[in-house]
């Protein structure tokens, strides 16, 4: 349900038929959750992001980038550095939009999994929407590495099994193989018509998803992989409001560091914990 300014929203028609922004519409109205709008401004902005969302997770299936461990991570010298323990790092005088662009534009020289292609896909979202100056002054100092994300894209996670378009889920693989530690799950953007967009395995069906993770798993494996409930979304009132230069928004700019791990597989839930018991050692 859609709620604007404390009005249930039904206006379908302000989007064309049959258009991806009408199908996002549609889907927000019929989850049974309530999301509520300040204004319409800020529903379209959630709109046009999602929208962008599916654009960037069909361009990165498009391009040359591969799938590669932490340990094999690459990237153009041009505009990053990467680091031993596989994080990609904005060289210094970098414009952070022409170095999230040239993935797309020279995809070759790149290699990375499932979590920072979601982060990635992401950032090349906003930037479509909110353009290079905003962006270049809202993410300056850009580290990709798992889901490791910058504040303002305020990323959380809601459990629920009713998905929209530009949404990112998780496959879980409980019994991956242990020789094969990447395909322990796989991150992907819920696209529409029932497709998903996971990167190292390409665009395909939930079922198929599944399908292609058991085929990964281990010898004699009596647990399926599955869809879990998992969603991660970005703060798309937050990123409204902030591009769109509110005087009572501010920007989120609170020291965050990477967060280290040995999964070369990781739900963004499971990397928040991991964030939150790095704050709190008693968690």
């Known amino acids: 349900m859609i709620q604007v300014a404390g009005t249930a929203f039904y206006q379908t028609n302000?989007?064309?038929s049959g258009s991806i922004e009408n199908r996002i519409v549609q889907a927000l109205m019929d989850d049974s959750f309530i999301y509520s709008f300040p204004s319409m401004n800020v529903l379209s902005f959630e709109v046009k992001l999602r929208k962008n969302i599916i654009a960037s997770a069909r361009a990165l299936h498009d391009s040359n980038v591969e799938f590669e461990i932490f340990s094999m991570t690459r990237a153009n010298p041009q505009y990053w550095f990467v680091t031993n323990i596989g994080s990609i790092e904005l060289l210094p005088g970098t414009r952070p939009s022409d170095a999230i662009r040239d993935i797309f534009t020279n995809?070759?020289?790149y290699g990375f999994e499932c979590a920072t292609a979601m982060i990635i896909i992401y950032y090349y979202a906003v930037l479509r929407v909110i353009g290079e100056n905003a962006?270049?002054?809202?993410?300056?100092?850009?580290?990709?590495y798992s889901w490791n994300f910058d504040p303002d894209l305020g990323l959380t996670t809601r459990n629920t099994n009713y998905f929209?378009?530009?949404?990112?889920?998780?496959?879980?693989?409980?019994?991956?193989?242990?020789?094969?530690s990447q395909w322990r799950g796989e991150n992907a953007v819920v696209l529409d018509n029932g497709l998903y967009f996971g990167h190292g395995i390409g665009i395909t069906t939930a079922s198929e998803m599944v399908e292609i993770l058991n085929d990964l798993r281990k010898p004699n494996a009596t647990r399926s992989a599955y869809l879990s409930s998992i969603v991660a979304?970005?703060?798309f009132f937050h990123l409204a409001?902030?591009?769109?230069?509110?005087?009572?928004?501010?920007?989120?700019?609170w020291m965050y560091v990477i967060i280290q791990h040995n999964e070369n597989s990781i739900s963004l839930d499971r990397y928040i914990f991991?964030?939150?018991s790095l704050h709190n050692p008693f968690i």
């Open 233 to 235: 979304r970005p703060d």
């Open 107 to 109: 995809s070759s020289f």
């Open 241 to 253: 409001n902030i591009t769109m230069q509110r005087p009572d928004y501010v920007r989120r700019k």
């Open 274 to 276: 991991y964030l939150h």
């Open 164 to 180: 929209i378009p530009g949404d990112v889920v998780y496959f879980e693989n409980p019994d991956y193989h242990p020789h094969m």
């Open 135 to 144: 962006f270049n002054r809202l993410f300056q100092n850009i580290q990709l």
């Open 14 to 16: 302000l989007w064309p």
